[in-house]
């Protein structure tokens, strides 16, 4: 087929296929678009083996089961019930044969209470009349109706189709991740939650949640409600236990972890407004508490001269990881800047009267905060990751601390060496900081970012458990984050839970166009890649007054645009938020 | 006050003004921020001449009256009832004296029935217990309407105050305008009416309307029906006319001229859809209807040797110009790329021996064709604009056609002078396309470029009638189109309308804040500009179930967070939308 014809194969099946398509182009005669397009239903993250055939079958949803021989588990409920909500489109087409249900088979039917680093996420779907999905865990179960529930499509009269095929699919990484920054802008709750939908659809498995910052401290806390009271940036601008469990509830029946971040030493101002002595006077012109500009603030950097500090983070973390049930917690660690330290004359005098330390020893001053910190947390019986910055440092930590790499976007390759060659487990970052924007296409950079390409052995390599995509706050709250977000982030969920050889951006694009279409569709305002539109909706298309069970139903050719009631951008996301609250 | 005060300053009114003000911030010791503080209830764009004071008043809508010297006339009825809408927030305080009313004293009382380049916009404004604004004409009542609105805000408990205030203002610029492609991506009604609240917001009064291009033909055309039914992206990719009536309507009650472009000879592919002879047929390897790719399409350009090509023209432009009232119609003419016309060997034998041109005069051509439409259109009674490239090229046309300034984004200015030494008027939009994004604060560089900023006399430059924010839409649609044009596009807003000697970015930062802080609470998800929040409200901290009636009533104190009902991003969108739909 020569390019001509593909261009003609395009142009017809963007009038042929709609719905959970998307129709990107380009000024489509002048510049062809490159690549391979790909079939409607074609999956995101894209399966370790997908055989799909042209056999087409119907679903008709008033005459579709899903079942399984998991008895009384909530995950496995609920999540058969949002997917088949999610399948609710389209209707029966009576010359085809129907797949008329899906018989879910898990070897562990036991029903484990929260998702973990290393659960078994993998599956077997068969499409057919009677379609089949097996798993070792509930976890792969949800991966799996994922997947399911992308296979289905509609055509352009509406019928939902799905193409016979057979899966055979398992996470090449353990860990992925999205981190959000919740203290430069406050982000709430019903974004965190939509957000967590949007990760659900491409198979990210961890929210790694910077909590607090600098900027201000939103956490709740029970036992230290001034931290809030005084550092929030309002009283509303506020996490409450409440607000909290919802989200890690809400996470937990998608199959996902929440990994909270209480950065410390630096990043600890908000700290300061509830008890100043929790940081270190600076001094500046012989005067203690006074800021040097540029160089540090007034008071900054935990306090680790004082015992208090130390018996404050074992009351604040023995609270926190009562919270957070995940088996980790992220301690930060990243950017303790010294000039503070150095400043203070109490400092010199520490380093060399009670620690028996060289009096400019700052990196010897941060290695024992952070020592004292890990005891502190194994205490608690978790276990711990840290930004990288210590390990470069020459800190020597406990071989089961993970260690995050995020510096040198460019150049992380050797960030990541040394912290492998350090005997560590590690979690890319780097080139995932998706708060960076450039114009165009810049999902295809981190598309092509590859968490094994950098020198080291198979071993080695296999120490690299994940990464994550992380989202710091600076210019971004409610407004923007999920267009922003996603389908950017969409690139490094397939980096992190393909095979490898699966990298041909061209190619992906196609599927890529798609999967945003099928998150704007369940109602994450998931940006545009390129030129196109969304099959026969796109956002703010709502063409009559919604009901919450009208999600996926309305269509071109069952709702006529005049009859319009009620129009409205956002009303996907109010249904779902509406659903949301029931924490399905 | 040293920077020391300034930040406790900045600290403590932090806690202590709320709603619609916004609060950036950096790390806020260490790295502090510039410029000057702005006062609460400063107003965005900056009038001409302000006098404020610290004489703070009180607002109590129940007991608070807007009556005017115009009546009947809807544009100031319906303004007022807006205006009152949104000034529906916060309670009195009866420990100061109230705003008890604002009298409306209109010049020329004439309810002129569009809005026209030129009318005048300038007002006065007293905010004391009895304001005052007067106007020469109904537009300025629109504008100072919007200013007064912007000077109140509340306290931290809730407090509607106004400070004593005396404003003069005027428009520097009579065009400001922003440009919208509607054809990369559709863009749907409800998206495009609330740009239009937040441009008149910011005092815009033009909606330049790119309707159709290369990728879709979403005008649904009165004697064209098969337009769009062939060149949109789907059936429900369309606007009617009735949407289009709708969009005029709801621009014309706001003061803004809806200036729609039907762009030719190029970036019309979609036109082809509909009839493939208004395209020239490009030739390659000696087949007509032949693509070569990265030069030519199979048929591109407007097919300039057929009569019929400027027939179908005189028709469409017959409709155009009676669909949208303006006095204007921008009939584009950029990118007129050569490559098809010169392969096609008919087109060389018309250059010779129907034009009597050269065979390869291809800018002959395209200036034979402009001519043409340029003669089309006037028969309409219409003023025309144009995109700059043919005036570069030598085109010689009636000095009353206004010429858009784009290419050279950076140095622009050639452009400008080449164009203004012509002998033309000129709009500028070369230093404004916001569809480029960079990381960070890139409104800077917007607010720092200035129209008159080129070689000219006082004449020439007074030939500059304004300028526009473009938005191309490759990589836009409802999803992310009013968080990443608003607030960048507030900062054009104020270039366009306040003095050129406002101009410090560094203080502007402070009064952008609050300008993005006030379009979010009413309804526009304006994005941050740094670090920070707004008051006690960010979007989708709505927390209960709202009704229209309670559109910038939620605050804080009067409503627990814990009474969550309904908690919705975006139902500020939804009501506004609801309330969009009777095009008050």
């Known amino acids: 087929m020569d390019i001509h014809q593909i261009l003609r194969v395009v142009n017809v099946i963007v009038f042929c296929v709609c719905f959970v398509n998307g129709y990107i182009t380009y000024i489509a005669i002048r510049l062809p678009l490159q690549g391979e397009m790909s079939a409607p239903g074609s999956p995101w993250p894209h399966p370790?083996?997908?055989?799909?055939?042209?056999?087409?079958?119907?679903?008709?949803?008033?005459?579709?089961?899903?079942?399984?021989?998991?008895?009384?588990?909530?995950?496995?409920?609920?999540?058969?019930?949002?997917?088949?909500?999610?399948?609710?489109?389209?209707?029966?087409?009576?010359?085809?044969?129907a797949v008329e249900d899906l018989q879910i088979h898990v070897e562990n039917t036991s029903c484990q209470a929260y998702p973990y680093l290393g659960m078994d996420e993998s599956y077997t779907l068969e499409a057919d009349q009677h379609a089949t999905l097996r798993a070792n865990s509930i976890w792969g179960v949800l991966r799996g109706l994922e997947t399911f529930s992308q296979l289905v499509?509609?055509?352009?009269?509406?019928?939902?189709?799905?193409?016979?095929?057979?899966?055979?699919?398992?996470?090449?990484?353990?860990?992925?991740?999205?981190?959000?920054?919740?203290?430069?802008?406050?982000?709430?709750?019903?974004?965190?939650?939509?957000n967590?939908?949007?990760?659900?659809?491409?198979?990210?498995?961890?929210?790694?949640?910077?909590?607090?910052?600098?900027?201000?401290?939103?956490?709740?806390?029970?036992?230290?409600?001034?931290?809030?009271?005084?550092?929030?940036?309002?009283?509303?601008?506020?996490?409450?236990?409440?607000?909290?469990?919802?989200?890690?509830?809400?996470?937990?029946?998608?199959?996902?972890?929440?990994?909270?971040?209480?950065?410390?030493?630096?990043?600890?101002?908000?700290?300061?407004?509830?008890?100043?002595d929790l940081l270190t006077p600076c001094w500046h012109n012989g005067h203690k508490g006074e800021a040097e500009y540029n160089r540090h603030g007034e008071y900054e950097l935990m306090n680790p001269m004082l015992n208090s500090t130390f018996t404050f983070l074992e009351e604040l973390f023995s609270e926190v990881t009562s919270v957070f049930p995940d088996d980790y917690v992220h301690l930060g660690m990243d950017e303790a800047y010294h000039y503070c330290w150095a400043s203070n004359p109490d400092v010199r005098a520490f380093l060399t009267n009670v620690l028996g330390l060289n009096a400019s020893d700052f990196s010897g001053l941060e290695q024992y905060y952070i020592r004292r910190v890990l005891d502190i947390v194994s205490k608690t019986h978790k276990k711990t990751i840290i930004w990288e910055d210590p390990i470069e440092k020459g800190l020597k930590a406990d071989k089961d601390v993970l260690v995050e790499v995020w510096r040198n976007e460019q150049n992380w390759t050797n960030n990541m060496e040394e912290v492998i060659q350090r005997g560590y487990s590690a979690i890319l970052s780097s080139c995932w900081y998706l708060n960076y924007i450039s114009y165009g296409q810049d999902w295809r950079q981190y598309y092509s970012c590859d968490p094994h390409h950098f020198n080291g052995t198979t071993q080695e390599k296999a120490r690299v458990v994940g990464g994550e995509a992380c989202v710091w706050s600076e210019y971004i709250d409610a407004t923007n984050l999920l267009s922003r977000l996603w389908p950017r982030a969409s690139a490094v969920a397939e980096r992190l839970w393909s095979p490898g050889h699966i990298n041909n951006t061209d190619d992906a694009s196609f599927r890529l166009d798609q999967q945003r279409c099928r998150m704007v569709r369940r109602g994450i305002p998931a940006e545009p890649i390129l030129n196109g539109f969304c099959g026969d909706y796109d956002l703010g298309m709502e063409t009559e007054a919604v009901q919450p069970s009208n999600i996926c139903t309305n269509t071109a050719t069952t709702v006529p645009k005049s009859n319009i009631v009620l129009t409205v951008i956002g009303v996907s996301v109010l249904l779902q938020t509406v659903r949301i609250l029931r924490v399905d």
């Open 196 to 276: 967590l939908d949007a990760m659900s659809y491409n198979k990210f498995n961890v929210f790694h949640w910077h909590i607090v910052d600098d900027q201000s401290f939103p956490y709740q806390s029970i036992r230290f409600p001034g931290l809030s009271h005084k550092g929030a940036y309002s009283p509303v601008h506020v996490y409450s236990q409440t607000d909290i469990k919802t989200v890690v509830e809400y996470a937990r029946l998608r199959g996902i972890r929440v990994i909270v971040e209480f950065d410390t030493p630096g990043h600890t101002q908000s700290w300061g407004k509830f008890d100043r």
């Open 48 to 97: 370790k083996e997908l055989n799909s055939t042209t056999q087409t079958l119907s679903l008709d949803m008033a005459d579709f089961e899903i079942g399984s021989n998991v008895i009384g588990c909530d995950v496995i409920e609920k999540g058969i019930a949002r997917h088949k909500a999610m399948l609710g489109f389209g209707h029966k087409d009576d010359t085809l044969h």
């Open 153 to 194: 499509y509609t055509t352009a009269t509406g019928q939902a189709r799905i193409n016979k095929t057979s899966i055979v699919d398992e996470p090449r990484f353990a860990h992925r991740g999205i981190m959000l920054d919740t203290a430069r802008h406050f982000i709430p709750l019903p974004v965190l939650l939509k």
